[in-house]
């Protein structure tokens, strides 16, 4: 790893592309990035190739419910690179 990217990995750094924001009603348009947890558990998606995960990722959907997720409760929390997200409570299940 060059010390390039090791300088630049902060993670407790705000990306200056994220815009904090309360009213969903100013949410864009479309899909977005959903951070779901159950208790301690994140809620992640992964992609598959040739029968081995390749990557786990954010969800990025309308609602968590495309992807049959059930929500307790949801909180919009901005805008990351002009793309909405939002924090989710999912159920014990």
């Known amino acids: 790893m060059?010390?390039?990217?090791?300088?630049?990995?902060?993670p407790?750094?705000?990306s200056s592309e994220f815009v904090?924001?309360?009213?969903?009603?100013?949410?864009p348009d479309g899909p977005g990035w959903w951070f779901?947890?159950?208790?301690?558990?994140?809620?992640?998606?992964?992609?598959?190739?040739?029968?081995?995960?390749t990557d786990l990722g954010v969800p990025w959907v309308g609602e968590l419910a495309d992807l049959g997720v059930e929500v307790v409760r949801s909180q919009y929390l901005g805008t990351l690179q002009?793309?909405?997200?939002?924090?989710a409570q999912l159920c014990q299940d």
């Open 36 to 53: 779901g947890f159950c208790g301690s558990r994140m809620l992640v998606t992964e992609g598959a190739q040739g029968g081995m995960t």
């Open 82 to 87: 002009g793309r909405p997200c939002y924090a």
């Open 20 to 27: 904090p924001g309360v009213d969903p009603a100013t949410a």
């Open 12 to 14: 407790f750094a705000v």
């Open 2 to 10: 060059s010390n390039l990217i090791v300088r630049d990995m902060n």
